[in-house]
């Protein structure tokens, strides 16, 4: 096999898959139509002489020869990028990290960890991006991030079933809490009685396919009333604020809850328990990688302390 054939377009399809989990994601991640995609991945697997993904039900995979194509296929890539950086006149990235979050932890984790890296770490430049966890576990296994925010929620199973396992690390596992509007009568005690959210209207987001419905109570034995639907975390909480509704929320985000928001726990049921997970890929890390996931840590156990301290509005 002759990989010199292989054009950098085929490699950034095959990435793109493989972050995205199926041909129509990737496709219109990359402004394509999925028969070009098709025709980028067949190039790559005639050369390669070998199925480089799985085409399954609920999406694709990589195979044993699609991880080692894509693991090489990545470092080439970030040199192709290092290269235009640096030929436009753009600073190197020997200290670059690229780091994935899902959504409630860029409120608070996020920007704390690297507020505190731009101090003791100026020359690591630390690049994020926001997705689900399957986006983000995929993302991990293509090589196009170095470490991923993760959240997990009982049996807390392992992200993805491919081998070798993902090196995990819990940061935090507190229960989830709920947003209340502050004058509403549920945010008169200090906590929630399970039974007391029938009959409640709920601010949820968006589902998906592999998006679970965040924001109302799991296990919650009727049919919710969704009043209004939000991805962002902000806008969920300012719909409470205003009185629109309930909604879920991490403990974690208590500090960064807006005025008029009671942020109470639950009561009565199954303990709903949620984790935060630093995951990479096996191997050992860089150092870059080493200090970032240091700062994450740190910033954890400094949102946890605050989420125990902080007074309900």
């Known amino acids: 096999m002759d990989f010199t054939d292989v054009s950098l377009t085929a490699l950034r399809v095959l990435r793109a898959v493989a972050e995205q989990g199926t041909f129509t994601a990737a496709a219109a991640s990359l402004g394509y139509t999925q028969s070009a995609v098709s025709r980028q991945i067949a190039a790559v697997e005639r050369v390669a002489g070998a199925q480089l993904l799985e085409r399954r039900r609920d999406g694709v995979r990589l195979t044993a020869a699609g991880r ?11 040199e192709i990028d290092a290269a235009a950086r640096e030929l436009s006149g753009l600073p190197g990235e020997s200290g670059t990290v690229r780091l994935g979050w899902f959504p409630s ?31 983000l576990v995929r993302a991990l296994r293509a090589g196009s991030l170095d470490l991923a925010l993760l959240a997990s929620v009982p049996p807390f199973r392992p992200p ?34 399970v039974t007391d959210l029938r009959g409640q209207r709920w601010i949820a987001g968006p589902s998906s396919g592999e998006d679970r ?53 639950v009561r009565g049921g199954p303990q709903e328990q949620r984790r935060l997970l630093l995951a990479h890929l096996p191997q050992a890390p ?28």
């Open 68 to 78: 080692v194509v894509m693991r090489r296929a990545t470092v080439v890539l970030d």
């Open 105 to 135: 932890a860029g409120a608070v984790l996020v920007p704390a960890a690297l507020a505190v890296l731009r101090r003791t770490d100026p020359g690591i430049d630390v690049v994020t991006r926001e997705g689900t966890t399957p986006a």
């Open 160 to 193: 993805d079933a491919e081998s070798p396992p993902l090196a995990l690390r819990t940061l935090t596992e507190r229960a989830l809490c709920l947003a209340v509007p502050a004058g509403h009568p549920l945010a008169r005690g200090d906590y929630v009685d």
């Open 213 to 265: 419905l965040m924001g109302v109570w799991p296990g919650l034995d009727e049919r919710p009333d969704i009043a209004h639907t939000a991805r962002d975390w902000l806008a969920k909480l300012q719909l409470v604020a205003a009185g629109c509704g309930l909604t879920t929320v991490p403990s974690s985000l208590a500090p960064a809850v807006p005025p008029g928001v009671r942020v109470l726990p």
């Open 286 to 313: 860089a150092e870059p990688v080493t200090r970032v996931a240091a700062a994450l840590r740190a910033a954890a156990l400094d949102a946890d302390t605050a989420a125990l301290s902080v007074p309900s509005p």
